[in-house]
Nanobody, 123 residues
Framework: EVQLVESGGGLVQAGGSLRLSCAAS????????IGWFRQAPGKEREGVSC?????????YYADSVKGRFTISSDNAKNTVYLQMNSLKPEDTAVYYC???????????????WGQGTQVTVSS
């Protein structure tokens, strides 16, 4: 059974940092690009970032987070991380991780994802 479990969210003041984790199981982790998307109330789902499969050599970032967020992977632990710095109130959302298509200009999740982790940034 494919499982992706997100964790690491919380409440932080604007300018603060959080590191999200995505623990994956039930599939061949190395064979899939993994990414993060977020969903805020009343807003469309937004693909935030992704990292390519295998050697994890390519990444994508949405313009809204570029320069502030960094995605990384520990293939030995089947875990993908999202380091979020200089957080802004508009980053407030539930963050999910999923397998997907990691393109040069977009991230398209597919398959299943977990319950997500809430990130709340206060001003």
């Amino acid at each position: 059974e494919v499982q992706l479990v997100e964790s690491g969210g919380g409440l932080v003041q604007a300018g603060g940092s959080l590191r999200l984790s995505c623990a994956a199981s039930g599939f061949s982790f190395d064979d899939y690009a993994i990414g993060w998307f977020r969903q805020a109330p009343g807003k469309e789902r937004e693909g935030v970032s992704c990292i390519s499969s295998r050697r994890r050599g390519s990444t994508y970032y949405a313009d809204s987070v570029k320069g502030r967020f960094t995605i990384s992977s520990d293939n030995a632990k089947n875990t993908v991380y999202l380091q979020m710095n200089s957080l802004k109130p508009e980053d407030t959302a539930v963050y999910y991780c999923a397998r997907g298509l990691c393109l040069d200009n977009n991230y398209l999740p597919f398959g299943s994802w977990g319950q997500g982790t809430q990130v709340t940034v206060s001003s």
